[in-house]
């Protein structure tokens, strides 16, 4: 199964180095989707059909904490697991987090595998499904392609 | 400003020029020639990017990047080569770069959480004079390849 996925974060260049880091990953993607804050994110969930969010929390207009909140609350929607790729790092708001549904967190600065580990297991654990982890010359020559 | 303060605000910045941009800038006490004129030429333009922080830790931080290292930043960020970008990624790369450094920083300072970050802000120096950055008092320096690199935390 191919995954679609929603990247929401106000950084242009930041959603350019997810959605690479989701590629070399070798998550099978079908669409990317993109939003610059929680209510761009609302709007494409309305009329698309997403398999994983990947979210910034510090945005302008709508934050992650309250688009989670939004996610959570409807019935079309809370079956999404909600991943958290933040500079927030307190232990507060991570529990806080926790208990509102997410299902994983990764701060930023990151590493690329820290990424990958969360989004494979996050994936495995919604889907109940194993998601094929490509061999090891491909996501090697893949990681020669990424920069970082 | 405490030791261990400094060395956090050291720490955070390292974490975030090594994770993300391959680059390992070098804590320094003072820029050498930075009284002469023209220290910092050809290469004067500079980006200011700045975040405010509310709460029980209030106050502002604004780096001050060389052109030079804001491209190269950019261009490591995104695993592209120069002519591949913009000014608005290079804005935006600058903004991150001082949302995360503060993010991870406020991670360690205030665990609690009830300091909020708001939303980074970066602009084009056409004209920048170290001469003033360097009379603050809540300032950091580093050394980069791309040259001395800023960073001025003021505490309201
Ligand atoms: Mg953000």
């Known amino acids: 199964m191919a995954f679609n996925i929603l990247v929401v974060d106000d950084s242009a260049t930041m959603r350019m180095v997810i959605k690479k880091t989701v590629e070399i990953s070798g998550v099978p993607v079908g669409h990317f989707f993109e939003?610059?804050?929680?209510?761009?994110?609302?709007?494409?969930?309305?009329?698309?059909?997403?398999?994983?969010?990947?979210?910034?929390?510090?945005?302008?207009?709508?934050?992650?904490?309250?688009?989670?909140?939004?996610?959570?609350?409807?019935?079309?929607?809370?079956?999404?697991?909600?991943?958290?790729?933040?500079?927030?790092?307190?232990?507060?708001?991570?529990?806080?987090?926790?208990?509102?549904?997410?299902?994983?967190?990764?701060?930023?600065?990151?590493?690329?595998?820290?990424?990958?580990?969360?989004?494979?297991?996050?994936?495995?654990?919604?889907?109940?499904?194993?998601?094929?982890?490509?061999?090891?010359?491909?996501?090697?020559?893949?990681?020669?392609?990424?920069?970082? | 400003m405490d030791d261990q303060f400094r060395s956090l605000v050291y720490r955070a910045c390292s974490a975030v020029f090594e994770t993300m941009f391959f680059l390992f800038p070098e804590p320094i006490d003072e820029i050498p020639g930075a009284g002469r004129r023209g220290a910092f030429a050809p290469n004067g333009a500079h980006i200011r990017a700045s975040i405010t922080c509310h709460g029980s830790s209030s106050g502002s931080f604004k780096f001050f990047i060389p052109r030079l290292l804001a491209v190269h930043i950019t261009t490591n960020f995104l695993g592209v080569s120069e002519q591949d970008i913009n000014e608005e990624q290079i804005l935006d790369t600058a903004k991150e770069t001082v949302n995360m450094v503060v993010g991870s920083l406020l991670g360690k300072i205030d665990p609690t959480g009830a300091t909020k970050l708001q939303i980074p802000e970066a602009t084009m120096l056409d004209n920048f004079s170290v001469t003033e950055v360097l009379k603050e008092k809540g300032l950091f320096l580093f050394n980069t390849d791309f040259g001395p690199l800023c960073l001025v935390y003021t505490q309201q």
């Open chain 1, 35 to 148: 939003a610059a804050h929680g209510k761009e994110a609302l709007e494409i969930l309305d009329n698309n059909w997403i398999d994983v969010l990947l979210s910034d929390i510090n945005m302008p207009v709508m934050n992650g904490i309250e688009l989670l909140a939004e996610i959570k609350n409807d019935e079309n929607l809370k079956r999404i697991p909600v991943i958290f790729i933040t500079t927030v790092a307190s232990d507060a708001r991570m529990e806080e987090a926790r208990r509102m549904g997410v299902a994983g967190y990764v701060t930023k600065p990151f590493q690329p595998e820290v990424i990958r580990g969360v989004l494979y297991k996050v994936l495995e654990d919604a889907y109940q499904q194993k998601v094929e982890v490509p061999t090891q010359s491909v996501a090697q020559e893949k990681d020669d392609d990424l920069d970082f």
